[in-house]
């Protein structure tokens, strides 16, 4: 056989062989179109039916008024409101994203009891009032005495002051009664200790830091007049929050009398002498005066105290006549001025001159 002969053969051999792969191949890939058309099918039915239905939001949603609407997540999220106005053409997109039922919304978050809430607002409120507090009053605020427990922690250093201004004075110690006699014009309180002697003896001045109003009687809650008239120290307030303080047993009998005549109803009360330098109708001594104060009232016993506020010295001087007081501040005086006889007033203080020059 010629060699032109052979080859035209076994190109009709290899042609066959071509035609038949070809063939093959062709039939394989319409078999895997076909399986993959089928597949695609089935997709789309599954999604179909886990798709929710447009019936469930047969209305555009409210604007106003939609929980469904996160106004935070509006500005985060526009491709997503893209394709939510695509699938749900009859939603405006200035409405910004909308989170359905279906999905998981994790800044949704439960509210929490209102008793809870009631409660921290309440801590709060308490808190803010508690801060506008002035700083002293805010300590006395948070602490909690018992007389007792108070006149541990003063007196062992005040009584050591106290016995000293007594000794100084050449006055017995302890005093069976004790008088605290105020002038308000000279904004002084002196302290007068009767023995057992039955005399009473002057022990010392304490100057008054801090009182209210003018010279007259107290008449009406309010007024921030300090009163006058004879008194005694009826409780003693280890809480104050002016240090310590003692109460001045206003309004006496003759203030509710004269209260009476008046006509006039509520006259005011809880006057005190206290520490600090402030005072409202008060007569404030400063701390350490008014601890020296609080320890001998309780040292010797309240119903041995009185107290005797005037408006002046009225063992030296005139009654002060009040242009606008009532009528009866003079029959007033005259009980205080004789309620300030036994109590002998002390000497002057010495005069620069006198210590100078020995006048």
Same mark, same amino acid.
């Given at each position: 056989?010629?060699?032109?002969?052979?080859?035209? @053969?076994?190109?009709?051999?290899l042609s066959a062989c071509m035609g038949a792969v070809l063939a093959l191949v062709v039939e394989?890939?319409?078999?895997?179109?076909? !399986?993959?058309?089928?597949?695609?099918?089935?997709? /789309?039915?599954?999604?179909?039916?886990?798709?929710? !239905?447009?019936? =469930?939001?047969?209305?555009?949603? *409210?604007?106003?008024?939609?929980? /469904?609407? /996160?106004?935070?997540?509006? $500005?985060?999220?526009? +491709? *997503?409101?893209?394709?939510m106005h695509d699938r749900f053409a009859f939603v405006s997109p200035e409405v910004g994203t909308? %989170?359905?039922?279906?999905?998981?919304?994790?800044?949704?978050?439960?509210?929490?009891?209102?008793?809870?809430?009631? %409660?921290?607002?309440?801590?709060?409120?308490?808190?803010?009032?508690?801060?506008?507090? #002035?700083?002293?009053?805010?300590?006395?605020?948070?602490?909690?005495?018992?007389?007792?427990?108070?006149?541990? =922690?003063?007196? #062992?250093?005040?009584?050591?002051?106290?016995?000293?201004?007594? $000794?100084?004075?050449?006055?017995?110690?302890?005093?069976?009664?004790?008088?605290?006699?105020?002038?308000?014009? =000279?904004?002084?309180?002196?302290?007068?200790?009767?023995?057992?002697?039955?005399?009473?003896?002057?022990?010392?001045?304490?100057?008054?830091?801090?009182?209210?109003?003018?010279?007259?009687?107290?008449? %009406?809650?309010?007024?921030?007049?300090?009163?006058?008239? %004879?008194?005694? @120290?009826?409780?003693?307030? #280890? +809480?104050?929050?002016?240090?310590?303080?003692?109460?001045?047993?206003?309004?006496?009998?003759?203030?509710?009398?004269?209260?009476?005549?008046?006509?006039?109803?509520?006259?005011?009360?809880? @006057?005190?002498?206290?520490?600090?330098?402030? !005072?409202?109708?008060?007569?404030?001594?400063?701390?350490?005066?008014?601890?020296?104060?609080?320890? &001998?009232?309780?040292?010797?016993?309240?119903?041995?105290?009185?107290?005797?506020?005037?408006?002046?010295?009225?063992?030296?001087?005139?009654?002060?006549? &009040?242009?606008?007081?009532?009528?009866?501040?003079?029959?007033?005086?005259?009980?205080?001025?004789?309620?300030?006889?036994?109590?002998?007033?002390?000497?002057?203080? #010495?005069? &620069?001159? !006198?210590?100078?020059?020995?006048?």
């Amino acid at each position: 056989m010629s060699a032109s002969r052979r080859f035209t @053969i076994a190109a009709i051999a290899l042609s066959a062989c071509m035609g038949a792969v070809l063939a093959l191949v062709v039939e394989r890939a319409g078999e895997a179109a076909a !399986s993959l058309s089928e597949s695609r099918a089935v997709d /789309l039915r599954v999604a179909e039916e886990l798709r929710p !239905s447009l019936a =469930e939001f047969p209305e555009p949603p *409210d604007v106003r008024r939609s929980p /469904l609407l /996160l106004p935070s997540v509006v $500005q985060s999220a526009s +491709n *997503d409101a893209d394709a939510m106005h695509d699938r749900f053409a009859f939603v405006s997109p200035e409405v910004g994203t909308l %989170v359905m039922p279906w999905e998981t919304a994790a800044v949704l978050e439960t509210p929490p009891p209102s008793w809870s809430t009631e %409660v921290k607002a309440l801590a709060a409120a308490t808190a803010r009032n508690f801060a506008s507090l #002035p700083a002293t009053v805010a300590r006395a605020v948070k602490r909690t005495y018992t007389l007792k427990g108070r006149l541990a =922690e003063i007196a #062992p250093v005040a009584l050591q002051r106290v016995q000293s201004r007594f $000794q100084d004075a050449k006055v017995q110690w302890p005093p069976v009664e004790l008088a605290y006699v105020a002038i308000k014009d =000279e904004r002084a309180l002196e302290v007068y200790a009767k023995s057992m002697t039955g005399a009473w003896q002057f022990v010392h001045r304490y100057k008054v830091l801090g009182a209210s109003g003018k010279t007259g009687p107290k008449l %009406v809650r309010g007024d921030k007049q300090v009163p006058e008239g %004879v008194y005694r @120290i009826s409780y003693l307030n #280890p +809480n104050s929050a002016y240090h310590v303080s003692m109460r001045v047993s206003y309004p006496n009998a003759f203030d509710r009398e004269m209260a009476k005549q008046d006509g006039r109803k509520d006259l005011g009360g809880d @006057i005190m002498i206290h520490g600090k330098n402030l !005072s409202a109708g008060c007569l404030a001594v400063g701390d350490q005066n008014a601890e020296e104060l609080f320890v &001998l009232a309780n040292e010797v016993g309240l119903k041995n105290v009185s107290v005797v506020i005037a408006p002046t010295d009225l063992r030296s001087k005139a009654a002060p006549a &009040l242009a606008s007081g009532p009528a009866w501040t003079g029959k007033l005086y005259t009980e205080i001025a004789s309620a300030m006889t036994p109590f002998k007033a002390p000497p002057p203080p #010495p005069s &620069l001159l !006198s210590s100078l020059f020995g006048l």
